[in-house]
């Protein structure tokens, strides 16, 4: 939530995030690269003590649990660009299509 506030302070801003979110320049720059692969090193142990507790199934790959919940992020942000969801609404609509993602990757 903390990084949608912020992406979505100016719509523009928020418009022209999601677009490069999805369509990155390839290949990234190193620096890009980096912010990536530090945002895979926090997920990544959360998502194998997930795992090792029986709460997420131990044959997914971290990467595609990553996946899951990016996508419903950018869903929840292409939501609020077109007005789908308002701005009100979207903590309880990102929590809830967060936790009908990890119910669904239960064993």
């Not at 302070?9 to 490069?20: M, S, W």
């Not at 620096?31 to 709460?55: H, K």
């Not at 996508?71 to 309880?92: D, R």
Request: net charge negative; glycine share 6%; aromatic share 10%.
């Amino acid at each position: 939530m903390a990084d949608f506030e912020h992406v979505t302070e100016n719509k523009e801003f928020g418009r022209v995030y999601l677009h490069e979110k999805i369509f990155p320049k390839e290949p990234l720059s190193e620096e890009d690269s980096e912010v990536q692969n530090n945002y895979f090193d926090m997920l990544y142990p959360i998502y194998q003590r997930a795992q090792e507790r029986g709460e997420l199934r131990k044959d997914l790959e971290l990467l595609h649990i990553s996946g899951h919940i990016y996508a419903v992020y950018l869903l929840m942000l292409s939501c609020w660009c077109t007005g789908m969801i308002p701005t009100e609404n979207i903590g309880e609509a990102m929590r809830t299509m967060i936790t009908q993602t990890i119910e669904g990757l239960k064993p």
